[in-house]
């Protein structure tokens, strides 16, 4: 588990982090979202212990990290936005030279190596100079390092940055199976990773938390989620969904010869809104052409919690 309680942090007459409070537990991987200059990357080096927070705590593993840092640390695995790797050593080098630096040796250092080289596929760069890399590749020796001593906590900045399609299924795929005995934390500025990835997300501007709750959540926010279209004739009657019972509203709109209606889900309808349409529909006699589940755009989501006018979102 990965806990921080009320942090505070200025630079100057800045103040980045007011109040922030996070919290993941392990088997659940939680997305750290926020436009740029919110303050995730010094929430994130706070939480790694990378430096101390003006006020408030961090607990890794029920670790305290300001005041038991090296121990915290040691179930702890971070990947930097821009991680630095050393020029002039070798793929499997750099691994080693980590895991050394983790404490590993002998037997025990082999098999970590040989175990993160083989989940983030990277045999074919093994020997290859780490300056050499393309952006992928250093990615994935990034993360690598991050993983080679199993740490029970992982810190993930920008985890698929760079990566190809196929890459970024792959390293979801992996964080999937890691959460079963790994807290994380993935920062991405990418809203698609939290729909891929994330069970909870915690949103934050101008260093205060607008959102903190789950991926499903955060995905209501947006009238769109779960609501349906169904596309009928030019001619259809559709003002007798008025009566139907498991949308909480609807709106009718006609063009290009056809006319559509959208219907928002009643609470817990939602996973059943299509087929109850649909079925509705049928006992009316009005013959669908076309029917449409919405998801919310997740960019528009976090528009919704209150974009300032300058600001870049995430």
């Known amino acids: 588990m990965i806990s921080a309680d009320k942090l505070n942090k200025s630079y100057g007459k800045n103040k980045v982090l007011n109040n922030l409070d996070l919290e993941v ?132 900045d920008e985890p698929t940055d760079g990566l190809d399609p196929d890459q970024k299924r792959e390293i979801r795929s992996l964080i999937e199976d890691l959460k079963e005995t790994t807290a994380i934390i993935v920062s991405t500025h990418i809203l698609e990773e939290i729909g891929a990835v994330c069970d909870h997300v915690l949103a934050i501007r101008r260093g205060r938390a607008v959102f903190n709750g789950s991926a499903a959540e955060f995905r209501g926010l947006s009238p769109d989620e779960g609501a349906v279209v169904l596309t009928t004739e030019a001619n259809a009657d559709l003002s007798v969904f008025k009566f139907f019972k498991d949308a909480a509203s609807f709106s009718i709109t006609k063009k290009d010869g056809v006319t559509s209606i959208k219907l928002r889900p009643a609470p817990g309808k939602e ?44």
């Open 25 to 156: 537990s392990t088997g659940s991987v939680l997305g750290f979202i926020g436009p740029n200059g919110a303050g995730k990357s010094t929430a994130m080096k706070i939480i790694c212990g990378i430096f101390p927070p003006d006020s408030g705590e961090v607990t890794v593993s029920g670790i305290n990290m300001l005041k038991n840092p090296v121990q915290a640390k040691e179930v702890l695995g971070y990947l930097p936005e821009n991680a630095p790797l050393y020029s002039g050593m070798s793929v499997a080098a750099f691994l080693k030279f980590c895991g050394r630096m983790r404490g590993l040796s002998g037997k025990k250092l082999r098999l970590a190596y040989n175990r993160v080289v083989e989940i983030c596929r990277l045999d074919e760069v093994l020997r290859m100079d780490v300056e050499a890399l393309s952006k992928g590749f250093r990615r994935r020796v990034c993360l690598a390092q991050a993983l080679i001593h199993s740490p029970e906590n992982l810190v993930l």
């Open 271 to 314: 996973k059943t809104l299509a087929a109850s349409a649909m079925n509705f529909a049928a006992a009316q006699k009005i013959n669908i052409l076309e029917c449409d589940i919405l998801h919310a755009d997740l960019s528009d989501v976090f528009a919704l919690l209150g974009n300032n006018e300058g600001e870049e979102t995430c």
